[in-house]
């Protein structure tokens, strides 16, 4: 299907063990995103990519890892998942050009207990 | 820096009624400015976007937005409420020599019947 997908939707990990969020697009956009959505905090970036290979911290960057080696892919990582680290989690994706509008997956509710 | 403030944690309007969200940005050249939804458990959604031009932008599903460049202000405007548009509503901007969006906090919008 076309569109930019997260997997998993829903997660329950326990402190200290890694995870893996998923993100793919189909619509071989240059920019990719992640952000994280808090209650009074709105939306926050975590880590931005302009192009394969190249990455970039956000606002909020600590306890994250990324990596891009394909167009269409941006795995967000938690190394040693925190309870500070519960969240949901957006993927987006955004064409070259300076008027271009981003889209958003559908987010990655993660639970650390 | 780049930044937004959705003054309003929460909008209650009656169906038929008029809908205003507020936002106001700070970015220090000429800013892009975008209004997305989000329904509940949903990602988010683009309404619309403000590049150049008419101050007055029309987006998705009857929105339409008003920019003032000596207020620093982007109030989303509906005419007419419906039940339908309860979500959560997002103000974004970007510089237009960046390229990662900056939100608010989200306002809240309940619509009832």
């Known amino acids: 299907d076309a569109g930019i997908t997260q997997s998993p939707r829903y997660k329950i990990t326990e402190t200290g063990r890694q995870v893996t969020l998923m993100c793919h697009q189909t619509?071989?956009?240059?920019?990719m995103f992640w952000y994280r959505q808090d209650l009074g905090h709105g939306l926050r970036l975590i880590y931005y990519?302009?192009?394969?290979?190249?990455?970039d911290k956000g606002e909020v960057p600590d306890g994250y890892v990324v990596s891009r080696s394909k167009t269409e892919n941006f795995p967000l990582t938690l190394e040693s998942a925190t309870r500070s680290q519960t969240s949901v989690y957006f993927c987006?994706?955004?064409?070259?050009?300076?008027?271009?509008?981003?889209?958003f997956g559908q987010g990655t509710r993660l639970t650390v207990v | 820096a780049q930044s937004v403030a959705q003054p309003e944690d929460q909008v209650n309007v009656a169906e038929g009624n008029p809908l205003t969200v507020k936002c106001t940005y700070s970015v220090s050249g000429n800013p892009y400015l975008f209004w997305y939804v989000q329904y509940p458990n949903r990602g988010l959604q683009f309404l619309l976007k403000?590049?150049?031009?008419?101050?007055l932008v029309k987006g998705s599903y009857g929105f339409e937005a008003e920019f003032n460049k000596s207020q620093t202000s982007f109030h989303l405007k509906k005419p007419s409420a419906l039940v339908s548009d309860s979500a959560l509503y997002f103000c974004?901007?970007?510089?237009?020599?960046?390229?990662?969006?900056?939100f608010g906090a989200g306002t809240t919008v309940t619509v009832r019947a």
């Open positions: 987006a994706s955004r064409e070259t050009g300076r008027f271009t509008e981003a889209f």
């Open positions: 990519s302009a192009a394969a290979d190249i990455t």
């Open positions: 403000y590049i150049t031009g008419d101050n």
């Open positions: 619509w071989s956009h240059s920019y």
């Open positions: 974004a901007v970007r510089d237009k020599d960046d390229y990662k969006l900056s």
